[in-house]
């Protein structure tokens, strides 16, 4: 079915798609957990559909400055992948990695978003993983890069590449905790044959 | 001071001044603003995609910036205005992050930019001011009875165009 559109998306292939989101979101967690020698929670992940003008409000609003961690993703499947968190946790992980006290506030210099370009890098790449292993396919994300910016802008980008093929957007939410609670999103875009090998890969 | 409507993403709405019209966080969309200076009637679209056209599902004209800025233009002269009198500004385009020019979708806010601008000049409206490309997020504000286009971005001072 090369005509996948969101809206008709069947609730098994949903349902595939969620459960990829959990194992991701798992996989990140402890990936994160190891990369700051900290024990990190997660609550359960929720996979929405939204429609382009809902995506703002059900992130915080559209001018929350976030960090938007963007990769491209090659292979079997080509897209993208997105991972998002609000600034505030930005600065928060970014300090912890470092080993260094959050001023919680102010610009990012370059060795910061570098740390968090690495950040997203590892978090993007354990939710991919947990694609590849279920897909039993080959996915080779891009370097990242970064945008401290409002949501809504950040978030054109995979709306943009959602856009081009039907009127929704997947948003997976993951909230991480330990000292603090952050609030991670995940953006998974697979063009529409990407969708198709997913599905035939799975037997669907 | 009038309300200040809100513009979604692949949106558009009309307003007659006092009222104004927004859109928040403007990425590498456009909004386009539109405006009759002697009634005050006025509009404005938050585009995703240049050309619906090249789109199989092009069923949601606010999506496009040619059929979103016609749509506009339809809505702004049903609404009382003088097409003939009809200027425009617009802002946004910016590439957000640096490597999306690998993409399929090679530089969509240069190309939503330019088909605005294409689309503008078909229907013969003047573009009088333009905020437009950089890395940048906006948020926009517009008044149609001054026409003032009011930019706001993270980190820097608020632009009037």
Do not use: W
Request: one cysteine or more.
């Amino acid at each position: 079915m090369a005509e996948l559109h969101l809206e008709e998306m069947s609730s098994q292939y949903f349902d595939v798609l969620k459960e990829i989101g959990n194992i991701g979101a798992g996989n990140a967690t402890t990936a994160l957990s190891q990369l700051l020698n900290e024990k990190v929670d997660m609550k359960v992940p929720q996979v929405k559909v939204l429609d382009f003008d809902e995506v703002g409000a059900s992130i915080g609003g559209e001018e929350l400055v976030m960090a938007g961690i963007y990769l491209m993703v090659e292979g079997d499947i080509t897209g993208s992948i997105m991972f998002l968190c609000e600034e505030r946790a930005a600065h928060s992980l970014v300090a912890r990695l470092m080993g260094m006290e959050d001023d919680g506030s102010g610009q990012f210099d370059e060795i910061q978003l570098s740390a968090l370009k690495e950040i997203g890098n590892i978090i993007t790449g354990a939710y991919l993983n947990a694609l590849s292993m279920l897909t039993n396919m080959k996915i080779y994300p891009s370097v990242p890069d970064v945008s401290i910016d409002m949501a809504g802008a950040i978030l054109s980008v995979p709306a943009i590449e959602f856009g081009a093929v039907g009127d929704k957007i997947l948003l997976i939410q993951t909230q991480f905790s330990d000292d603090v609670a952050i609030d991670g999103y995940f953006i998974l875009v697979p063009d529409l044959e990407s969708h198709d090998k997913i599905m035939r890969s799975l037997g669907m | 001071m009038g309300e200040i409507i809100k513009v979604g993403m692949a949106d558009l709405k009309i307003c007659v001044s006092p009222n104004a019209v927004t859109t928040l966080g403007l990425g590498s969309c456009v909004g386009i603003a539109i405006r009759d200076p002697k009634t005050g009637i006025g509009g404005l679209a938050h585009v995703m995609l240049p050309d619906s056209t090249q789109i199989k599902d092009n069923k949601n004209i606010p999506k496009f910036a040619d059929t979103g800025i016609e749509e506009l233009v339809k809505q702004i002269v049903a609404a009382g205005a003088s097409k003939t009198r009809l200027v425009a500004k617009i802002a946004g385009g910016a590439q957000m992050f640096a490597f999306q020019s690998n993409n399929a979708l090679v530089r969509v806010g240069e190309r939503n930019v330019a088909a605005s601008k294409k689309k503008l000049q078909e229907l013969h409206i003047p573009l009088l001011a333009e905020d437009t490309g950089e890395n940048y997020g906006r948020t926009v504000v517009f008044y149609p009875e001054s026409g003032d286009f009011i930019i706001r971005s993270v980190g820097k001072p608020e632009k009037v165009i």
